[in-house]
């Protein structure tokens, strides 16, 4: 059986071309589940992995796609039946296992869950990794007793996936939410997810030079890291917890351990990764239901493999809003 992929390939020390490719069922790597898969979507890992960035994957040619949704074709594994609807996100898909850039995919049944009921595979596709980490955001500082009462929720690098969708949960479950972005023609987008403020990227930082800043906010969720991170820990009030999930500015941390042992802060990492599937269900749950944004359909875009390209070059730019979605039909 044979179905169409993205290849990412080195053609020259360091230089990576992409081109679609007609790949065969049986040169996929050994799993429980056959997926056809319906929808993918871009995350900033799969422009790494794309364009052939360090730290993401190892081994080339390469399909990339951590998410995947789609129909189970056929399974050893008793827990899922052909024609199920499952979605995987993260673990090794995408990485060095060929990924949901193409339309198939074979996978361990143990990274597969059923797509919650009332979710549509290609809602399902609109969360993706970005969803799954902001509701993992979202239920650390609710674990860590960041209620609506206790004050502002700021959100980091709010017009990208994470971001966005952090943004439009909280502002569903009732908190006041700080739409920080360098984007400053998206206040419209921003605001019509919920967002009550924005800060502009350079403002957050402003005094971030003094060892603690005034008490802002009752949490943040931080997708940015470096002098990012570092400024929403000085701003933090009182006992307060930050989520700290990417890098999309720095892997850098340049703080002091003042807003830890003066003001009591809890600084919390946040893994879509290798997530417990325990947890990724419950989460998932609350995505379908309770969490669900109103606007859920309108911060995507739709592409398909052949117009892919142009998303890829601008999401490692920091450039896309919202989601790309990734049709496989
Ligand atoms: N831990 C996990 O499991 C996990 C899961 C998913 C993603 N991540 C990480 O989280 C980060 C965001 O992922 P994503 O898929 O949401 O990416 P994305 O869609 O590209 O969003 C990132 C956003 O950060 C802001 N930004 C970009 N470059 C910046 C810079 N140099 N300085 C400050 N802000 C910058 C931009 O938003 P504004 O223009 O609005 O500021 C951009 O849209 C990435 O580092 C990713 O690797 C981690």
């Not at 929403?232 to 807003?259: I, N």
């Amino acid at each position: 059986m044979e179905f169409k992929a993205m290849q990412a390939e080195e053609v020259a020390p360091k230089q990576f071309t992409r081109s679609i490719v007609t790949r065969s069922v049986g040169d996929l790597p050994a799993g429980d589940l056959l997926i056809r898969v319906l929808y993918s979507s871009l995350n900033y890992k799969d422009a790494l992995s794309a364009l052939g960035r360090p730290g993401v994957t190892r081994r080339y040619p390469h399909t990339p796609g951590i998410d995947a949704v789609g129909n189970v074709v056929s399974s050893a594994d008793q827990r899922f039946t052909p024609g199920e609807m499952v979605l995987v996100t993260g673990y090794d898909l995408g990485m060095d296992t060929a990924g949901g850039f193409g339309q198939y995919i074979r996978v361990p049944a143990d990274w597969a869950l059923a797509v919650p009921a009332g979710l549509s595979a290609r809602q399902s596709m609109i969360y993706g990794t970005a969803g799954l980490t902001a509701g993992l955001c979202v239920h650390k500082l609710r674990l860590a007793g960041v209620t609506p009462e206790k004050g502002d929720v700021v959100v980091t690098g709010a017009t990208g996936g994470v971001g966005c969708l952090a943004v439009a949960i909280l502002a569903r479950l009732g908190y006041r939410v700080i739409a920080a972005t360098g984007k400053s023609g998206e206040a419209d987008f921003l605001h019509s997810l919920g967002a009550a403020e924005l800060i502009g990227r350079e403002d957050l930082l402003a005094g971030a030079d003094r060892p603690l800043m005034k008490e802002r906010f009752a949490g943040a969720i931080d997708v940015v890291g470096g002098t990012t991170l570092a400024a929403v820990l000085k701003a933090t009030r009182y006992g307060g917890s930050v989520t700290c999930c990417g890098l999309a500015g720095s892997p850098d941390l340049p703080a002091t351990v003042l807003p830890f042992i003066l003001r009591g802060i809890s600084l919390l990492g946040v893994d879509s990764v290798q997530c417990p599937s325990s947890l990724r269900r419950q989460v998932w749950q609350h995505l379908a239901e309770d969490w669900r944004p109103a606007a859920l359909d309108d911060v995507a875009v739709e592409c398909t493999l052949e117009t892919l390209e142009p998303h890829i070059q601008a999401i490692i730019k920091g450039l896309v809003r919202g989601r790309v979605v990734v049709s496989l039909a």
